[in-house]
C-alpha cells in the first residue's frame, strides 16, 4: 500500500501561458500535451514550451507532466522515445502514457504514469502496470470510492484520479465510436465527441422513444463534496480535466480544489506537495466557467438518476435564483417548456426573459473580467537566519518542510553606535523580496553585537540568498526500475470492435426503464443519428454495464 503523505493537484494546461497560471492559483502540478501523441490534437506545444513552463513550475516545486498518451505504430513509438528523451533533457517530471510498449524500450529515468485511456479499474490491472514501471496510475472515473480502496489497499503505485470536468461516457481508452463514425480516432487524439450529439431512441422496428436527445452527453464530474473521502481512501493525486479549457477556466477550478483540498487535509497528517501559499482576488465558483452541471457519478457506489444533461451537449452555467441581477454581456438560457429545446439570449438590456421556468447563465460577463487580469499570487514563505564570522556573515534561508540554503558573504562590518534602529535595518532590508516568488515570515539575527552594515550591501546578501532559494528544490524522480517481465496488453488503433463503447451509466436506468424492474419494454434498442445511422444498444445487466454495437444500417 502507498505510504505517501503529500497530496498534488493537477491541473490541465492547453498551453504554456495557461500551465503558468495554474501553478499561480494553486496548482501542485500541471499536465499538458508536446508536439504530437498527446491525446488532443489542438493542445499541441514546443519543448521550448513546455521548458519555460517547466523553470516557472520547479520555483515552487511544482511538477510538470507531459501527455505522450495515444496509441502509436513502431516508427511513431521510436519518434515518441526521442522525444520523451528531450522532454526530460529540459526537465519534464513525468510522461503520461497509454501504449504501454513504449515502456519497452531504452527510456530515460523519468516517471512513468499510466494515462486513464489504459482502462484501470482493478488491482490485477494496476499490478500488470506497475511490472511495467509506471509509479502512478490515473483510475477509472467510473470507480466508486469502495472500489478506489480496494485498489489504493493492494498496490504503492501513487493513485491519482479525476475530481472534475468533462466525463467520457464510454471507458477511457476503450471508445471506438468516432472512428467508425468519421474515421477519426479517439486513441490518436482526434475524438469528434460524439457522445455530445443529439441522437432518437428507437424500437427495432424504428418506432421512437425519444427524439432529438443527448442521450449519451454527461453532466460535469464535480466530486467536491467527496474530497475528504477520497483523501481516505488512499488518492494522492487529484486531477482536472480540461486541456482544451479556456484561461479563465482553469484559473477559476484549479483555486476552488486547492481551497477544498487544503480544508480536506488539515488534521489527517497529510500535506501539499508544493511550496507556496496563494492569495486569491477573486472568489472561485465552479459553475461560473464552463459547467454542464454537476454529478459525482460513481463515487457513492450507487446508480443514481440526472447524470445526463439530456437537453444539449454544451455548458449551461449556474442556474439562477430569485434576485440575481444580470448585467450586459451575461449569457442566460433555458429549458423551452413546448419544445424541451435549449434557449439563450445575451442580455443587452432589451431581452425578454420567460417566466416561471428555470433560467441559468452561462456567460458571466464580470467574473470572465475579474479573471481576465492578475487574480492570484502565489509566496514561498521563508525564514531568514543571519549569523556573524569573522569576515562576514552566512545567511540561510529556510523553506519549512523542505529544508535549508545558505550564502557566506564577506564585508567589513562595525558595531552600531544605535543598536535598535540597526537591527531594524536589519530586518527591514532583509525582509524586502519585492517580484519574487517568497515572502520573509521572520528575519533572525544571531549577533554577538549589532553590527553596522550600510544598507546596500545588506541587499546585496539578500539578494545573492533569494537568488540561490530560486534555483529550486531539484527533481524528484521515483521510477521504478523493473524490467517489463510479459507482453504489453495494447488496443491497436485502426481496429474497428463490434463493441463501439461500453458505459458504466445506462440510457436505460437514466430514463426509468431499467431491465431489473418489472413492466417496461424489453424489446431491442438503437440510438439514431442526424444522418440516419442506427447503433444497437446491448444491456450486461450483470455486470450493471450498456453497450453501444457497430450496427449499420
Known amino acids: 500500500m502507498c505510504y505517501v503523505k503529500e497530496v498534488e493537484l493537477l491541473a490541465p494546461a492547453k498551453n504554456y501561458e495557461i500551465g503558468i497560471e495554474a501553478v499561480k492559483h494553486g496548482a501542485d502540478a500541471v499536465y499538458i500535451g508536446a508536439e504530437r501523441f498527446g491525446a488532443r490534437a489542438a493542445a499541441g506545444n514546443s519543448v521550448e514550451d513546455i521548458a519555460r513552463l517547466v523553470a516557472f513550475a520547479h520555483k515552487y516545486c511544482a511538477r510538470v507532466f507531459v501527455t505522450v498518451n495515444t496509441l502509436m505504430d513502431e516508427r511513431e513509438r521510436l519518434e515518441a522515445r526521442e522525444l520523451i528523451v528531450r522532454l526530460y533533457e529540459v526537465g519534464v517530471d513525468a510522461v503520461i ?172 497528517g497529510l500535506r501539499k506537495r508544493s511550496l507556496g501559499d496563494v492569495r486569491l482576488m477573486f472568489e472561485p465558483d465552479v459553475r461560473r466557467t464552463f459547467y454542464r452541471g454537476g454529478t459525482e457519478y460513481f463515487l457513492s457506489g450507487e446508480r443514481r438518476n440526472g447524470m445526463c444533461t439530456m437537453v444539449t451537449g454544451k455548458a449551461m452555467g449556474e442556474p439562477l435564483g430569485d434576485g440575481v441581477k444580470l448585467k450586459n454581456g451575461d449569457g442566460v438560457c433555458w429549458v423551452d417548456e413546448k419544445s424541451g429545446e435549449l434557449k439563450g439570449v445575451m442580455v443587452d438590456g432589451n431581452e425578454r426573459l420567460p417566466r416561471g421556468v428555470q433560467l441559468f447563465r452561462n456567460n458571466d460577463i464580470e467574473f470572465e473580467r475579474v ?79 549589532p553590527w553596522f552594515v550600510p544598507v546596500s550591501k545588506i541587499a546585496e546578501m539578500r539578494r545573492a540568498l533569494i537568488e540561490t532559494l530560486s534555483e529550486g528544490w531539484g527533481r524528484v524522480t521515483n521510477r521504478c526500475d523493473v524490467v517489463a517481465q510479459k507482453a504489453c496488453n495494447v488496443a491497436e488503433y485502426g481496429v474497428i470492435p463490434e463493441e463501439l463503447m461500453r458505459c458504466r451509466y445506462c440510457i436505460r436506468y437514466e430514463i426509468g426503464e431499467c431491465l431489473k424492474k418489472k413492466g417496461v419494454y424489453r424489446g431491442e434498442l438503437f440510438l439514431r443519428n442526424s444522418k440516419g445511422r442506427r447503433f444497437k444498444l446491448g444491456f450486461d445487466c450483470e455486470k450493471c454495464e450498456m453497450i453501444v454495437n457497430n450496427q449499420k444500417q
Request: proline share 1%.
Open 97 to 268: 502514457i497509454q501504449d504501454t510498449r513504449l515502456t519497452l524500450m531504452d527510456l530515460p529515468p523519468i516517471e512513468l504514469h499510466a494515462s486513464t485511456q489504459c482502462d484501470i479499474r482493478t488491482k490485477e490491472r494496476v499490478e500488470e502496470l506497475r511490472k511495467l514501471g509506471f509509479t502512478q496510475m490515473v483510475l477509472a472515473r467510473e470507480l466508486s470510492i469502495k472500489e478506489i480502496v480496494d485498489i489504493a489497499r493492494s498496490t504503492d503505485a501513487v493513485i491519482e484520479c479525476f475530481v472534475h470536468g468533462a466525463l467520457c461516457v464510454c471507458y477511457s481508452g476503450r471508445c471506438f465510436m468516432s472512428e467508425a463514425v468519421t474515421g477519426r480516432s479517439a486513441n490518436r487524439g482526434e475524438c469528434t465527441q460524439m457522445c455530445r450529439l443529439p441522437y432518437d431512441l428507437e424500437r427495432e422496428d424504428g418506432r421512437s422513444i425519444i427524439k432529438g436527445r443527448y442521450l449519451l452527453s454527461l453532466k460535469d464530474f464535480d466530486a467536491t463534496m467527496r474530497i475528504g473521502e477520497m483523501l481516505d481512501a488512499g488518492v494522492r493525486c487529484f486531477k482536472i480535466e480540461g486541456r482544451l479549457k479556456d484561461m479563465n477556466y482553469v484559473k477559476n477550478i484549479t483555486a476552488w480544489y486547492r481551497k477544498r483540498l487544503d480544508e480536506m487535509m488539515e488534521g489527517k
Open 371 to 449: 479573471l481576465r487580469g492578475e487574480s492570484a499570487e502565489r509566496k514561498i514563505g521563508v525564514t531568514i537566519k543571519v549569523e556573524e564570522k569573522y569576515n562576514g556573515f552566512r545567511l540561510t534561508g529556510e523553506v519549512k518542510g523542505y529544508g535549508t540554503k545558505n550564502v557566506d558573504f564577506q564585508c567589513d562590518k562595525s558595531e552600531a553606535k544605535d543598536a535598535g534602529k540597526t537591527m531594524e535595518v536589519w530586518r527591514k532590508t532583509l525582509a524586502k523580496t519585492g517580484g519574487t516568488e517568497f515572502r520573509v515570515d521572520d528575519v533572525v539575527l544571531d549577533f554577538g553585537k
